[in-house]
Each structure stands twice: as C-alpha cells, then as structure tokens.
C-alpha cells in the first residue's frame, strides 16, 4: 500500500500498476479481480474501513467486492445505474461486444458474485473530503471523486495511465471493447480535466502527478 497524498493510499493489486484499487480516509474505493479480495485485506489489516464504493461495476473493480464487504462488515456503495451489475454480477452487460472471448473472460474468472448495495451516490455527494463527479460513458454510471483542497482526482476508468495490451506508461482513453460510450466518456474527460486536477489515481496505470501531461493529451483528442 502506498502513500499518494494525505489519507489517500494506493493498493496495487497486479504487477506495473496494471489493476488499482485505493484506501481514501477510510473508505475502499473498488476492488479488483474475483481473487484480489486476499491482497486488499492484507493491506487494510491495520486500518479502519467504514465503507466501500465503486466507481463502476465492471468484472476488475467490483471482483472483491463481496468477500471485502462481508469479511469486514461495511456497506457497498455506487450510482444508481451502476446497482442492478453490483448486486447481479452481470458485470458485462453494456460492453459494446459481451460476447467477445475477452468479454467471456472476464465474467468468468474476473467478475465476483453481486452485493446488495446499501445506497446510492449522485453528483455532488460528498464522501469525507471528496465529492462525488458523475462521468459517464465507460459506464453508465461511472463515478469519480475529487478532493478540491489538493486536487486528488479519484479517476476511475475514464481515463487510463498505461496501454493496456502492452502496459507502457501513458495517458489513454478506456479501450473500446469495454466502454459503452465513447463520446459520452470523452466528454467525461473534458469535465475531469476542467477540475485542473494535480494528483491523478487511475483504475490502471500508475499515479500521475500532473505536469500539464493531462492537458496535452486532451489537445490530441479533437
């Protein structure tokens, strides 16, 4: 577990950063994989944790989510569009192809059975210091969460800080194969960046502390 900013800790959950999931104040933002649940437990042993949310319910972020919840007694939080694949586990539903064998993958050796979710964030909820952003288009309901004092951004997958197929460093959009939008979520994108973020915790890729990085890749985007 990592010290990123304060009260914000990175939990990397596969090698290069490549699967992220993040402790903030006391709060468990995702989950990872089916069978990250070990690893995140091992690095919140000596913390508090009050509550878990999702930033999506995609197979790489609620994996864990049920084992964490149950194991630690906390309630599971996300958007309302996000609930019906938290609580079902039908975690590829909106990709683009469901039926495509990575798609397949996922479901079956990713996705972790459902959770019933306690409640629902909306835009502008506030979750300790940070405040919920609604940024669709990956998802219908991917949220993100911004602490404005330092700007500590909470990205999810509205953005990427690897390739994916090759895991080299780098800004990128969501890949096609698993974002239901794309225009929707380059808008999310946008919206993300207007916030003039300086800290930047992804979903993948490794913490990016923003040098202007953010802002020239929005240039190569239009």
Same mark, same amino acid.
């Given at each position: 577990?990592?010290?990123?900013?304060?009260?914000?800790?990175?939990?990397?959950?596969?090698?290069?950063?490549?699967?992220?999931?993040?402790?903030?104040?006391?709060?468990?933002i995702d989950a990872g994989i089916r069978s990250s649940g070990n690893i995140i437990l091992?690095? !919140?042993?000596?913390?508090?944790?009050?509550?878990?949310?999702?930033? +999506?319910?995609?197979?790489?972020?609620?994996?864990?989510?049920? $084992?964490?919840?149950?194991?630690?007694?906390?309630?599971?939080?996300? %958007?309302?569009?996000?609930?019906?694949?938290?609580?079902?586990?039908?975690?590829?539903?909106?990709?683009?192809?469901?039926?495509?064998?990575? %798609?397949?993958?996922?479901?079956?050796?990713?996705?972790?059975?459902? +959770?019933?979710?306690? &409640?629902?964030?909306?835009? @502008? &909820?506030?979750? @300790?210091?940070? $405040?919920? $952003?609604?940024?669709?288009? +990956?998802?219908?309901?991917? !949220?993100?969460?911004?602490?404005?004092?330092?700007?500590?951004?909470?990205? @999810?997958?509205?953005?990427?800080?690897?390739?994916? !197929?090759?895991t080299k460093v780098g800004l990128h959009e969501p890949p096609t194969l698993f974002t239901?939008?794309? =225009?929707?979520?380059?808008?999310?994108?946008?919206?993300?960046?207007?916030?003039?973020?300086?800290?930047?915790?992804?979903?993948?890729?490794?913490?990016?502390?923003?040098? @202007? =990085?953010?802002?020239?890749?929005?240039?190569?985007?239009?």
């Amino acid at each position: 577990m990592k010290n990123i900013a304060k009260d914000v800790y990175q939990i990397p959950l596969f090698p290069r950063n490549a699967i992220n999931c993040y402790l903030v104040e006391d709060i468990l933002i995702d989950a990872g994989i089916r069978s990250s649940g070990n690893i995140i437990l091992k690095a !919140l042993k000596n913390k508090y944790v009050s509550k878990h949310i999702l930033t +999506h319910a995609h197979a790489d972020h609620q994996g864990s989510s049920k $084992i964490i919840c149950e194991t630690l007694n906390i309630p599971l939080f996300c %958007s309302e569009l996000e609930k019906p694949a938290a609580e079902n586990g039908n975690v590829t539903f909106e990709y683009p192809n469901p039926n495509h064998f990575i %798609s397949k993958f996922q479901k079956k050796f990713w996705a972790g059975k459902g +959770h019933l979710v306690f &409640d629902t964030l909306k835009e @502008g &909820d506030q979750i @300790g210091e940070f $405040i919920a $952003i609604e940024t669709p288009g +990956h998802s219908s309901g991917h !949220l993100s969460f911004f602490r404005e004092f330092d700007g500590v951004l909470i990205v @999810g997958d509205v953005l990427t800080n690897m390739n994916l !197929l090759t895991t080299k460093v780098g800004l990128h959009e969501p890949p096609t194969l698993f974002t239901s939008n794309k =225009e929707i979520n380059r808008k999310s994108i946008l919206k993300l960046a207007s916030l003039k973020p300086k800290t930047l915790c992804f979903g993948h890729g490794p913490v990016l502390f923003n040098n @202007g =990085e953010l802002e020239k890749f929005i240039e190569t985007l239009y």
